[in-house]
């Protein structure tokens, strides 16, 4: 029987777009670190699809860049919610969240690690602030897995 890491992270952003690829950064870098019982996805945005991703796990993290987010990142729970983009083509978490409720029941705990960022423009790269926000989130979360992966 083939078992799902009990820990599903996705990454959200657009790597052509400067600091929207924080989310897409951090998974590269979370991927060469080969952490055990973590699964890592990305994509450009939350499509419904990942609901099925979301079953049988233990918890689920969604990593996405912020212009909101309080410097240098900010790791907050997030609820099933059917908000307004639960009708666009783009969900929010809540929303992917308040799917797999409606199909399956209670969603596994998740939460979102925004990672302030401050360019967003076609074309750029990631800016310094993003750069070194980036690294101060891939710390932060290295060590939150390994506590939870050992837990």
Known sequence: MNTLPPILIIGIGNPSRGDDALGPMLIERLEAL?????????DFQLQVEFVLDLQ?????????????????FEFTPVAAEEDSSYT?????????LHAYQQLYGPPP???????????????????????????????????????????
């Open 88 to 96: 666009s083509h783009a969900l929010s978490p809540g929303a992917v």
């Open 34 to 42: 080969q952490i055990p019982d973590v699964e890592l996805l990305t």
């Open 56 to 72: 049988g796990r233990q918890q689920v993290i969604f990593i996405d860049a912020s212009l909101n987010a309080a410097p240098p």
């Open 109 to 151: 705990p998740a939460y979102v690690l925004a990672i302030r960022g401050t360019a967003f423009e076609l074309g750029e790269g990631l800016s310094e602030v993003a750069t070194a926000n980036l690294d101060a989130a891939l710390g932060w979360l290295c060590k939150k897995l390994m506590v939870t992966a050992a837990d």
